[in-house]
C-alpha cells in the first residue's frame, strides 16, 4: 500500500507525542501499512492524543461497524461500588449537554443536587432516612425528566439508518457497537466523540432500577448462578471473582460520584480504541477521526491496583442450588493471554472439544454416557482458566459426571491422539476464520481483542502460523503441567435456591415528550449525505434457478473465498411425520457404511466440512458446509451416511434415555417453562410443545423405522440452495441422485393462533424473582397489500431503544430490563400475522407492567417525531442493507413461500416512501379492544395472584397440561 502524506504526518507525530509523555499505556506499534500475510489489510494509527485506531475496509456491503473498546471493567471497579462498570455503560447512553438535553444550563443544578443526595444516600444506613433522600432524589429526577430527551442518541442512530446499537461490559473491558451507512461516517464520528468526551449521567434513578432488573435476570438464570459461584471460589480475592453485575448490596447503594471518578480515570483516548471495518476510504476516515476524536484530552493513567492470582490448593468444591437440569464444572488455572503455552492450550481444548470429534464430544456425548459436555479455554490478561463441564443424564449422580470428565482428561494425557487430529484442527479453524472475515461484526471483533489484551497486531494476525506449529508433544506437556490436582469443581444441584428480595421502588412516572429534539440532534440529522441506491436481488444476475427433477436449485456466487454451503429443504416434519426428528437425532449418532459413528465424524472433520440437519414442525433440512475442494468427498460421505447408516449398539437406547431425562429438565428450566406455557397462549392444542415425543412414544421407537423414515426423506422433492465458486450445473451433476422421480410433499398445513373472546391469562407458578410475560393476539392472514404496514408498526412499537416499547415501559417506568414486541408478519402464504410482547419484569410489577404493554400494543401513542424516526430508519434499511451473497439463495426462497417470484422489495420501497403517520394510525386502529392471551410464569406470592387475575379470564397451568410428558 502506498503511504500518503497525511498518514506520514501522523506517524511522525505519534512518534514525537511518545517521546514526550509518559503515561502512554502498552499500546500496539502504528502500522500504516498493511502486512503482507494479513487478510483484513489492518493499519494501525495512533492521534497525538493516544487514541489507537484500527482500520479495515471492507467493501461488501454500504455499511460500516464500529467499535468502541476501553481497557476497563469489572476488573476496575472500586471494591465498595462493584457493578460501576456495568452500570456507567448504561449510563453512556444518556447523551451529553449537547445531546439527550432542550437546556443543559436549566437541568444542570437538578443533576448537581441528585447526585449530592447519592453522596448522601450512600453514607446513610437509617431505612427512614433513606427513604426521605430517595423521596427528595425523585422530586429532581423529574424536575429533570422536563429537560431530558431520553435516548436522543438512539433517536438520531434509528433516524440515520444505524443498527446493532448496542454495548457489553465484561472483567476487562467495556465496549461500544454501532453499524452505520457508509455515507453517515461524520454523523457517527460528531455523534461518538461527543458521547465520551462530554458525557451526562442524567436519569440515573430509573437507570439503576433497570440495572436491578437486569441482576434479577440473573439470579433466575441456572447458568449465572453457578458461573458466579464457581468464579468467586476459583478466583478468590481477585476482581475476576466479583460478578460483573455487582453485589445486591452495591446496586441498593450506587454513587454518583464514584461512576464519574471511575469515567474520568478509565475513559480516556490513551485507554481505548476505535475499531472499524466496512465501507470507507482509509485516509478519509482517519481524517474524520482526528478531526472530532483528537480534541480529547489525555490524561495520566494510573497503576491498576495489583491483586495475586492465588491458586487452588488440591481440590476445591463449591455447590450451589437451584430448581433446573444438575451440572458440573470442573476449571484450572492456566496461563495469561501473552504466555506462550496459551498456544498449546488453545489446540488441547480443541482436541477435547469441537462438537464433532473432540475426545469429550466422542468419549461422553457420542456415547450419551452424559447428556451434554464440552470444555472452553478463558484467556485474561492476568490469568487464565480451563474448564470442561457435563450435564448429566436421568438417574445419573453429579460424582459419576465428574468422573467421566476426568476420565476424558487421563485419555487426553495418555496421548491417544495424533499429528492428524492436531492438522484436523488446524484446518477447522482455518475454516472457521475464512468465515469470520466475510462479516465486519468478527472483523472489527479481532481488532478490538487485539487492542483489549495488549497484543502487537503482527502476533494477532500470526495466530494461525502459531497454531500450526503446535505439535502433540506441547499439547501433552501443557496437559501434564496445568490440568493437575489443583482444581476446583463447582456443582449445581436440584434445590430450592435462596433468592434476593428486593421492593418495587416507589418514584414518579417520568413525562417522556417524544416531540422534543436538541439543536444538537437537528443538526447531525440534517448534515447532508448523498443518498446510497438501493442493491435489489436481481435472477441471473445475483442467482440462477435450475430445475431438477428432485425440485429446485437455487445458487449464488461466492466473491470472497473458497467456502461453500449446500443446504437441502424439505418440506416434510413432525407435524407430518411424527418420529423425523427422532430419526433425523439417531441418524446424527450414526456412522456410514464400514465407517462407525466416530470413524465418520472424523473424516469429514479432517476435510473441514461440517454436516448438520434440521427438523422442525413442518420442514426439515440438511447443511453441508466446508472447503470448496473438498465437497465432492464430502457429499460422497453424506449419501452413504444416509443410505447405510451404521449405528452402534445401545444407541437407540440410549438416545431414549437421554431425551427422556431431557423431558424431565425442560420442566425445571424457567426458559422452556415459559416457552411451552406461551405455546399454549398462543395456539392451544396446535402447540409445538405438545407434538413432542411423549416418554411412552420415545420408548416405543425402533432403530430400523427410525433409520427408514430417514433415508426416506431423500425421497422427497426438495429445494436446494448453494453458494460457492462453482457453476450451478456442475452442482447439479454432483447432487443428481440419479432418480428421475420424487414424492411430492404433504399439503403445508396454515397457522393458525387463538382468537379468545375476551382478554385470558395463562399463569403457571415457579419460584422466581421475576414474571416472564408473554402476550399474543390474532391478526389477518398474511396479506402482501398490506406488507408496509406490517413493517412501519413492528418497527414503530419495537424497533429499538428509541421505540413506543422500550421508551415507555424501561425509560419513563423502568418496570423491565427486557420488555420487546411489535408486529410478526407470516413466513408462508396462508398464515396468519399477530400482534405480540414479552417482559421480564420484578415480580411485583407484574400487573402493572403487563397493563402497560397490553395498552401500548393494541393502542400505540402515535407521535410524529417517532413516525419521522421510524419512516426514516425504514429508509436507509433499504438503501444500506443488501442482502448479502450468502443470505441470496435463502431470501430467494422465502419470497416464493410468501408468494413471489421476485425480490418484492422495490415495490415495498416505494410504498415506504409514500407512508403517512395516518396510514399507521389507520392500520393500528384495528387493533384498539381486541382481547390478547398473556401468559405468566412467575411466584404466585411475589407478583400478587390476585391483582394478576383481574388481567382477563384466569387459568392456572400446571407443567402437566403445558407438556405432553
Given at each position: 500500500m502506498r503511504k500518503t502524506g497525511f498518514l506520514s504526518a501522523v506517524v511522525m507525530a505519534v512518534a514525537v507525542c511518545a517521546q514526550a509523555q509518559t503515561w502512554m499505556p502498552k499500546v500496539p506499534e502504528p502500522l500504516d501499512a498493511p502486512l503482507p500475510a494479513d487478510p483484513m489489510a489492518v493499519t494501525i494509527h495512533r492521534l497525538p492524543n493516544g487514541l489507537t485506531v484500527y482500520l479495515s475496509p471492507y467493501r461488501q456491503e454500504p455499511r460500516v461497524t464500529a467499535w468502541i473498546a476501553t481497557r476497563a471493567g469489572s476488573r476496575q471497579d472500586p471494591a465498595d461500588s462493584t457493578g460501576m462498570a456495568h452500570y456507567l455503560e448504561h449510563m453512556l447512553f444518556k447523551g451529553s449537554g449537547a445531546l439527550g438535553t432542550r437546556d443543559f444550563a436549566h437541568e444542570k443544578p437538578a443533576l448537581d443536587r441528585i447526585s449530592e443526595l447519592y453522596e448522601k444516600l450512600f453514607k446513610t444506613t437509617d431505612p427512614a432516612a433513606r427513604k426521605a433522600i430517595y423521596k427528595e432524589i425523585d422530586g429532581y429526577n423529574v424536575q429533570v425528566s422536563t429537560y431530558a430527551i431520553p435516548n436522543e442518541l438512539a433517536q438520531a442512530y434509528r433516524r440515520l439508518g444505524f443498527r446493532g446499537f448496542n454495548a457489553f461490559t465484561s472483567n476487562e473491558r467495556t465496549v461500544f457497537i454501532c453499524n452505520f451507512p457508509s455515507n453517515r461516517a461524520e454523523a457517527w464520528a460528531r455523534l461518538?466523540?461527543?458521547?465520551?468526551?462530554?458525557?451526562?449521567?442524567?436519569?440515573?434513578?430509573?437507570?439503576?432500577?433497570?440495572?436491578?432488573?437486569?441482576?434479577?435476570?440473573?439470579?433466575?438464570?441456572?447458568?449465572?448462578?453457578?458461573?458466579?459461584?464457581?468464579?468467586?471460589?476459583?478466583?478468590?480475592?481477585?476482581?475476576?471473582?466479583?460478578?460483573?453485575?455487582?453485589?445486591?448490596?452495591?446496586?441498593?447503594?450506587?454513587?454518583?460520584?464514584?461512576?464519574?471518578?471511575?469515567?474520568?480515570?478509565?475513559?480516556?483516548?490513551?485507554?481505548?480504541?476505535?475499531?472499524?471495518?466496512?465501507?470507507?476510504?482509509?485516509?478519509?476516515?482517519?481524517?474524520?477521526?482526528?478531526?472530532?476524536?483528537?480534541?480529547?484530552?489525555?490524561?495520566?493513567?494510573?497503576?491498576?491496583?495489583?491483586?495475586?492470582?492465588?491458586?487452588?490448593?488440591?481440590?476445591?468444591?463449591?455447590?450451589?442450588?437451584?430448581?433446573?437440569?444438575?451440572?458440573?464444572?470442573?476449571?484450572?488455572?492456566?496461563?495469561?493471554?501473552?504466555?506462550?503455552?496459551?498456544?498449546?492450550?488453545?489446540?488441547?481444548?480443541?482436541?477435547?472439544?469441537?462438537?464433532?470429534?473432540g475426545i469429550i464430544d466422542l468419549d461422553l456425548v457420542q456415547a450419551q454416557k452424559v447428556k451434554s459436555a464440552s470444555s472452553y479455554p478463558e484467556f485474561l490478561n492476568e490469568g487464565g482458566a480451563w474448564s470442561m463441564y457435563a450435564v448429566p443424564r436421568k438417574g445419573q449422580k453429579l460424582e459419576e459426571a465428574e468422573a467421566l470428565l476426568m476420565g476424558a482428561v487421563a485419555k487426553l494425557k495418555s496421548g491417544t491422539f495424533d499429528q492428524s487430529d492436531i492438522d484436523a484442527v488446524i484446518t477447522n479453524f482455518e475454516v472457521g476464520e475464512k468465515y469470520k472475515l466475510e462479516n465486519n461484526d468478527s472483523r472489527v471483533g479481532f481488532m478490538a481483542e487485539s487492542f483489549l489484551r495488549y497484543e502487537p497486531w503482527p502476533k494477532t494476525v500470526a495466530w494461525l502460523e502459531r497454531l500450526r506449529r503446535v505439535s502433540k508433544a506441547d499439547v501433552l506437556r501443557a496437559a501434564e503441567k496445568y490440568l493437575g490436582e489443583d482444581r476446583v469443581a463447582a456443582y449445581r444441584r436440584q434445590g430450592k435456591p435462596t433468592l434476593p428480595s428486593m421492593a418495587k421502588p416507589e418514584f414518579t412516572k417520568l413525562d417522556i415528550k417524544p416531540e422534543r429534539q436538541s439543536r444538537f440532534f437537528d443538526e447531525i440529522v440534517n448534515l447532508p449525505a448523498v443518498p446510497v441506491e438501493p442493491r435489489w436481488v436481481v435472477k441471473d444476475r445475483d442467482y440462477s434457478?435450475?430445475?431438477?427433477?428432485?425440485?429446485?436449485?437455487?445458487?449464488?456466487?461466492?466473491?470472497?473465498?473458497?467456502?461453500?454451503?449446500?443446504?437441502?429443504?424439505?418440506?416434510?416434519?413432525?407435524?407430518?411425520?411424527?418420529?423425523?426428528?427422532?430419526?433425523?437425532?439417531?441418524?446424527?449418532?450414526?456412522?456410514?457404511?464400514?465407517?462407525?459413528?466416530?470413524?465418520?465424524?472424523?473424516?469429514?472433520?479432517?476435510?473441514?466440512?461440517?454436516?448438520?440437519?434440521?427438523?422442525?414442525?413442518?420442514?426439515?433440512?440438511?447443511?453441508?458446509?466446508?472447503?470448496?475442494?473438498?465437497?465432492?468427498?464430502?457429499?460422497?460421505?453424506?449419501?452413504?451416511?444416509?443410505?447405510?447408516?451404521?449405528?452402534?449398539?445401545?444407541?437407540?437406547?440410549?438416545?431414549?434415555?437421554?431425551?427422556?431425562?431431557?423431558?424431565?429438565?425442560?420442566?425445571?428450566?424457567?426458559?422452556?417453562?415459559?416457552?411451552?406455557?406461551?405455546?399454549?397462549?398462543?395456539?392451544?392444542?396446535?402447540?409445538?410443545?405438545?407434538?413432542?415425543?411423549?416418554?411412552?412414544?420415545?420408548?416405543?421407537?425402533?432403530?430400523?423405522?427410525?433409520?427408514?423414515?430417514?433415508?426416506?426423506?431423500?425421497?422427497?422433492?426438495?429445494?436446494?440452495?448453494?453458494?460457492?465458486?462453482?457453476?450451478?450445473?456442475?452442482?447439479?451433476?454432483?447432487?443428481?441422485?440419479?432418480?428421475?422421480?420424487?414424492?411430492?410433499?404433504?399439503?403445508?398445513?396454515?397457522?393458525?393462533?387463538?382468537?379468545?373472546?375476551?382478554?385470558?391469562?395463562?399463569?403457571?407458578?415457579?419460584?422466581?424473582?421475576?414474571?416472564?410475560?408473554?402476550?399474543?393476539?390474532?391478526?389477518?392472514?398474511?396479506?402482501?397489500?398490506?406488507?408496509?404496514?406490517?413493517?412501519?408498526?413492528?418497527?414503530?412499537?419495537?424497533?429499538?431503544?428509541?421505540?413506543?416499547?422500550?421508551?415507555?415501559?424501561?425509560?419513563?417506568?423502568?418496570?423491565?430490563?427486557?420488555?420487546?414486541?411489535?408486529?410478526?408478519?407470516?413466513?408462508?402464504?396462508?398464515?396468519?400475522?399477530?400482534?405480540?410482547?414479552?417482559?421480564?419484569?420484578?415480580?411485583?410489577?407484574?400487573?402493572?407492567?403487563?397493563?402497560?404493554?397490553?395498552?401500548?400494543?393494541?393502542?400505540?401513542?402515535?407521535?410524529?417525531?417517532?413516525?419521522?424516526?421510524?419512516?426514516?430508519?425504514?429508509?436507509?434499511?433499504?438503501?444500506?442493507?443488501?442482502?448479502?451473497?450468502?443470505?441470496v439463495p435463502g431470501a430467494v426462497i422465502a419470497w416464493e413461500e410468501l408468494g413471489f417470484s421476485q425480490d418484492p422489495r422495490p415495490e415495498r420501497f416505494a410504498r415506504a416512501l409514500a407512508y403517512k403517520l395516518d396510514d399507521l394510525a389507520l392500520f393500528a386502529k384495528r387493533f384498539a379492544g381486541r382481547p390478547m392471551t398473556v401468559s405468566i410464569l412467575g411466584n404466585r406470592e411475589r407478583l400478587g395472584i390476585d391483582g394478576v387475575k383481574k388481567l382477563g379470564e384466569f387459568e392456572e397451568k400446571t407443567l402437566e397440561q403445558i407438556f405432553p410428558y
Open positions: 461518538e466523540a461527543d458521547r465520551f468526551a462530554r458525557p451526562v449521567f442524567r436519569l440515573f434513578q430509573t437507570e439503576i432500577e433497570t440495572v436491578y432488573e437486569e441482576n434479577n435476570r440473573s439470579s433466575d438464570n441456572p447458568e449465572r448462578i453457578l458461573n458466579e459461584a464457581l468464579d468467586k471460589q476459583f478466583w478468590k480475592e481477585h476482581p475476576y471473582g466479583r460478578t460483573v453485575l455487582g453485589s445486591i448490596e452495591h446496586l441498593k447503594n450506587p454513587s454518583l460520584a464514584k461512576m464519574y471518578a471511575y469515567y474520568d480515570k478509565n475513559y480516556i483516548p490513551n485507554n481505548m480504541a476505535i475499531a472499524l471495518s466496512g465501507d470507507f476510504d482509509r485516509e478519509e476516515m482517519l481524517k474524520l477521526i482526528t478531526k472530532h476524536f483528537g480534541a480529547w484530552k489525555p490524561k495520566a493513567l494510573p497503576q491498576a491496583a495489583a491483586y495475586p492470582v492465588v491458586k487452588p490448593k488440591g481440590l476445591e468444591r463449591v455447590e450451589v442450588k437451584y430448581e433446573s437440569e444438575e451440572k458440573v464444572v470442573v476449571a484450572w488455572q492456566t496461563v495469561p493471554r501473552e504466555h506462550p503455552d496459551a498456544d498449546a492450550l488453545t489446540v488441547m481444548d480443541m482436541l477435547m472439544s469441537n462438537s464433532r470429534t434457478l435450475t430445475e431438477l427433477p428432485a425440485g429446485r436449485l437455487y445458487a449464488a456466487a461466492n466473491p470472497v473465498n473458497d467456502l461453500f454451503s449446500l443446504t437441502w429443504r424439505f418440506d416434510l416434519g413432525r407435524r407430518h411425520e411424527r418420529t423425523l426428528c427422532s430419526a433425523l437425532q439417531l441418524l446424527d449418532l450414526s456412522g456410514a457404511g464400514a465407517l462407525s459413528a466416530e470413524e465418520f465424524k472424523k473424516k469429514l472433520y479432517a476435510l473441514g466440512t461440517s454436516l448438520r440437519t434440521g427438523c422442525g414442525e413442518q420442514e426439515s433440512s440438511l447443511s453441508l458446509s466446508g472447503l470448496e475442494k473438498n465437497l465432492w468427498p464430502s457429499l460422497q460421505l453424506m449419501w452413504e451416511h444416509f443410505d447405510s447408516p451404521r449405528t452402534a449398539s445401545d444407541t437407540l437406547k440410549n438416545m431414549v434415555e437421554v431425551a427422556i431425562g431431557a423431558h424431565q429438565d425442560n420442566k425445571k428450566n424457567p426458559g422452556y417453562i415459559h416457552h411451552a406455557l406461551s405455546e399454549l397462549a398462543e395456539r392451544g392444542p396446535e402447540s409445538t410443545v405438545l407434538l413432542e415425543l411423549s416418554d411412552a412414544e420415545l420408548r416405543a421407537l425402533k432403530e430400523d423405522a427410525l433409520q427408514a423414515l430417514a433415508r426416506r426423506l431423500l425421497d422427497y422433492k426438495r429445494r436446494v440452495s448453494y453458494v460457492g465458486s462453482r457453476p450451478a450445473g456442475e452442482i447439479a451433476r454432483l447432487i443428481d441422485q440419479g432418480r428421475r422421480s420424487y414424492r411430492q410433499p404433504p399439503a403445508y398445513r396454515q397457522l393458525r393462533y387463538l382468537k379468545p373472546a375476551r382478554n385470558t391469562v395463562l399463569f403457571t407458578h415457579r419460584d422466581m424473582l421475576q414474571s416472564q410475560i408473554g402476550m399474543f393476539a390474532a391478526d389477518e392472514v398474511y396479506d402482501p397489500r398490506h406488507a408496509v404496514d406490517y413493517q412501519f408498526l413492528a418497527s414503530y412499537l419495537g424497533g429499538g431503544m428509541s421505540s413506543v416499547i422500550f421508551q415507555e415501559v424501561r425509560e419513563a417506568r423502568a418496570l423491565a430490563y427486557a420488555a420487546s414486541g411489535g408486529y410478526w408478519g407470516a413466513s408462508r402464504k396462508g398464515d396468519e400475522n399477530q400482534v405480540w410482547g414479552y417482559l421480564g419484569t420484578q415480580a411485583d410489577k407484574t400487573k402493572e407492567a403487563t397493563e402497560l404493554l397490553r395498552g401500548l400494543l393494541l393502542s400505540p401513542p402515535l407521535s410524529g417525531q417517532r413516525f419521522a424516526e421510524t419512516a426514516k430508519g425504514i429508509e436507509e434499511g433499504y438503501r444500506t442493507n443488501p442482502i448479502q451473497f450468502r443470505s
